[in-house]
């Protein structure tokens, strides 16, 4: 038994900052290696938690699905499990990069010498600054800013991360900057390289103007964008007339390789295989067909681009045409015209656009073409889908550029089809979110790039050799010597070079790219698991049992995790993952910052306790999507109440002391416990197959039972020490209590440990979950009594009597068995109905169940 004082008056407030210290202090959430080895692999429950984006604030979506991931661990570790539950911090990447401009008013130049004394010109208020107005400073300043910032990120998160009551080892923790994760994505890297698995190609490539950086397709989004069409003439080499097209891009005509329709389109198929002549620029090109021509969309024939979209870069793969790209990596025509454009008058229609922005070029196309008189139609404005960057501001245009790629199976269908066998030997929660993980795997379209044009990030740890001209020969590949990771080959020289080599004839040049930060991510379970670092750590870990996540992230984080996994350890990184659902506003539309409709958790927590909201993010089922109205957060409130009332609850049973000796004799009580049996058994089961919702609902509606039927049922009996049956009433009440404590623990976690510690030792959190007491009793008297009791209470309140009321005499008729259930529970149903006499009257002939049929009240004393 516990000394602590059970408070006058229980309350939530301070719970939080109370036993987030005490559990700091007894270090109640740490991993136990030396309990893991004992028990081996089976004994230890792993999460690869997902890393937050240290770039800004948290939203009431982290409290979310955090939580359901809380839930289980503490679930686990109640069974016995030694859990690690680290958490990492993914710090760096484009959102990181932005936020540092964003905050302190500068811009990275790679081309800056370090200035060691460097102030930023603002703290926290230069969003209004156009790009051109901020600071330009070199890299390895810009990148201080950006470990300086999500440094101090990384700590209001881990307080709130706290504040909710994460029973995360804050001891196993990571960043995604850090140079031991440096050293683990170069080195994951350099395996691929080596396996065959990463190569450099100089292709077509997704391109973000602003970023100035190169984009993957799982970062892809489709945003809707105004647009019309333009029909433009092209002249037959024939002769016999113009061909028609209709493209919503006039401004890469001189880009323009071919003409394409579908091969089952009767209008064009006696044209496939001639040519016809560019407009402005007067290029021969020829007419092809292709089945993604699509014959409704506009005239059915469309002119093939380097490069409009993706689809062009399908048809310029399939159909081998040349590459006339004419956009720069700063969104606006080169200067250089394409080599087929050879007359006087098509280089100097190029000279109008050369330099132009995209908006500017296809506004003086379309003037030269009405000029020329081969622009016959301009459609009405319509909107359609065009693919951006999901953290870009404008669309996303298609460049040539050399970068690296890791093989995806978009390309290899036996790794496809492994990464979909290894996809559906997990278990998903929900089942249908593996559909998505299939959908996207099939779906691919190319490899993965994983290079990026940035700075905040993980290098890439490579260099290539320099001929005797100085020019980079990219077929000379540099690796560093594994023991020297982490390398910055910005600054380091490779292995057998020195730096005074660096940039000249024979010598060296570093790669300036770093990884994408997916490509770091996709390692969180190495990362946190210690492989390469930590062999005995990573046995015990790996795989791991549990990936939680958001269903949006599954293209990227789910399938690149899964990818790296299989490449290099052949096998799924995880047996289950669970996704969650999505926060939606009071409209139902997806709560993100982009839509500006996000809510802070913060004040949710400080006004109604966290407690509360754990119970409303408990509430909702894995992959299904939650409401959230900050004005009236319905089952926040309910879930407050709830809170209090195990508080509450908890003082009132510890009021009854449990005799020495004290056995279950009765059999209201005995019914209860059976009840509370059953509650067990369908609430771990709920647990263990990830069902936190139903487990939360199975125990709740058995603790309100036990509070407004079972607990006003036997208080009378449980106060009067010479009732032969107040040690039965006492001890029951004290088994359910420390029952129900344990049951809601997961959820209401600092309810559960207030309460809990007012009569046990130890943390809840470590207590052993709890099993059926296997006891004689039969459920059917609880439920019958708690039906006797509403049944009197409806009796009272028609007589317009108050609950307290005295009765003389009550009736109750009723079929022998339900007679028989009541007698087991007369005692206490006479005492909670103050009723002095109670007449049960058997009636064969009735089914299962009882009326009320006489209540007499008693006289009041004047």
């Known amino acids: ?338 080599d087929a454009l050879v007359t006087d008058a098509a280089k100097a229609a190029y000279a109008e656009l050369a330099g132009k922005t995209v908006f500017s070029a296809r506004k003086r196309t379309v003037e030269l073409l009405e000029e020329s008189g081969d622009l016959k139609n301009v459609s009405k404005p319509f909107s359609h889908a065009v693919k951006f960057f999901e953290k870009g501001d404008r669309p996303l245009e298609i460049v040539s550029t050399r970068q690296w790629y890791l093989r995806n199976g978009a390309r290899d269908q036996a790794l496809r089809d492994k990464l979909i066998a290894l996809g559906q030997g997990m278990s998903w929660h929900p089942d249908f979110m593996r559909v998505r993980f299939e959908n996207w795997t099939n779906g691919l379209t190319g490899d993965w790039l994983v290079s990026r044009q940035r700075f905040f990030g993980v290098p890439m740890p490579l260099w290539y050799g320099l001929d005797e001209n100085g020019e980079i020969d990219h077929d000379l590949v540099l690796t560093p010597d594994l023991a020297s990771l982490p390398v910055d080959p910005t600054i380091d020289a490779p292995p057998g070079y020195t730096e005074d080599q660096r940039g000249v004839p024979g010598g060296f040049e570093g790669e300036k790219d770093i990884f994408d930060t997916w490509a770091t991510s996709s390692l969180t379970p190495q990362l946190a698991g210690g492989w390469q670092r930590d062999d005995e750590l990573w046995q015990l870990v790996a795989p791991f049992d549990l990936r939680p996540q958001g269903q949006d992230i599954i293209r990227t984080w789910l399938f690149s995790t899964m990818l790296r996994s299989a490449l290099e350890d052949d096998r799924a990184p995880w047996t289950d993952a669970a996704i969650s659902g999505f926060i939606v506003d009071p409209d139902r539309k997806k709560m993100s910052k982009s839509k500006g409709n996000v809510v802070t958790p913060a004040d949710i927590l400080d006004a109604h306790g966290t407690d509360a909201v754990r119970y409303w993010s408990a509430s909702s089922r894995l992959g299904a999507d939650a409401a959230f109205d900050p004005q009236n957060p319905t089952q926040v409130k309910i879930g407050r109440r709830l809170a209090i009332k195990v508080l509450n609850a908890a003082k009132f049973v510890l009021s009854f002391p449990v005799p020495e000796g004290a056995e279950v004799t009765h059999a209201l009580d005995a019914s209860m416990l059976a009840t509370l049996d059953s509650v067990v058994r369908e609430a771990t089961k709920a647990y263990e197959a990830y069902d936190h919702a139903r487990a939360l609902e199975i125990t709740e509606s058995f603790f309100w039972t036990f509070c407004d039927d079972y607990l006003e049922l036997v208080k009378e009996r449980a106060y009067d020490r010479t009732d032969v049956g107040q040690a039965s009433a006492a001890l029951a009440l004290h088994l359910a209590l420390s029952t129900l404590l344990r049951l809601l623990a997961p959820v209401l976690a600092f309810a559960t440990e207030e309460a809990w510690s007012w009569f046990e030792q130890g943390s809840i959190h470590r207590a052993e979950w709890p099993v059926p007491f296997d006891g004689w009793g039969d459920e059917n008297v609880l439920k019958t009594a708690s039906e006797a009791l509403i049944g009197i209470r409806r009796a009272k309140t028609e007589a317009k009597a108050s609950q307290k009321t005295p009765v003389a005499q009550l009736t109750m008729t009723a079929d022998p068995v339900t007679r028989d259930l009541l007698r087991l529970a007369e005692g206490d149903l006479r005492a909670v109905g103050r009723i002095q006499s109670l007449t049960l009257v058997t009636d064969e002939s009735m089914s299962y169940g009882f009326t009320v049929d006489a209540l007499e009240l008693a006289a009041q004393e004047a």
């Open 1 to 338: 038994m516990s000394d602590a004082h059970i408070p006058e008056k229980p309350a939530l407030e301070g719970l939080e900052t109370k036993w987030d210290a005490a559990w700091h202090e007894q270090g109640t959430y740490l991993f136990d290696r030396d309990a893991a080895k004992a028990k081996g692999r089976a004994g230890v429950y792993s999460v690869d938690t997902p890393p937050p984006t240290a770039s800004g604030s948290l939203h009431i979506g982290h409290v979310f699905s955090y939580t359901h991931t809380d839930i289980k661990v503490r679930f686990e570790r109640m069974r016995g499990k030694t859990v690690f539950y680290p958490l990492g911090w993914d710090d760096n990447g484009l959102p990181t990069e932005r936020r540092v401009q964003n905050y302190y008013g500068v811009r990275c130049d790679p081309s800056l010498p370090y200035d060691a004394d460097f102030t930023p010109p603002f703290h926290g208020d230069a969003k209004s600054l156009k790009p051109a107005d901020q600071v330009p400073i070199s890299r390895r300043n810009f990148i201080d800013l950006c470990e300086t910032l999500t440094e101090e990120d990384e700590k209001q998160f881990e307080a709130l991360f706290r504040q909710l009551g994460l029973s995360v080892d804050w001891t196993q923790t990571y960043r995604t900057i850090s140079d031991e994760t440096m050293r683990t994505s170069q080195l994951a890297f350099l395996r691929n390289l080596e396996r065959g698995e990463a190569y450099q190609a100089l292709a077509p490539t997704l391109w973000d103007i602003d970023f100035r950086s190169a984009i993957a397709q799982a970062e892809l989004e489709d945003r809707e964008q105004q647009a019309a069409f333009h029909r433009v003439a092209f002249a037959r080499t024939d002769g016999q007339g113009d061909v028609l097209i209709e493209t919503t891009r006039p401004e890469l005509l001189p880009a323009c390789v071919a003409l394409v329709a579908n091969p089952d389109d009767e209008r064009y198929q006696a044209l496939f295989g001639s040519t016809v002549r560019t407009p402005l620029f007067d290029v021969e090109v020829p007419i092809l067909a292709h089945p993604l021509a699509q014959q409704d969309k506009g005239s059915g024939i469309a002119m093939i681009c380097t490069f409009g979209d993706v689809t062009d870069i399908i048809w310029w793969r399939e159909l081998q045409l040349p590459n006339r790209t004419i956009l720069g990596k700063d969104g606006r025509i080169i200067a250089e015209a394409p």
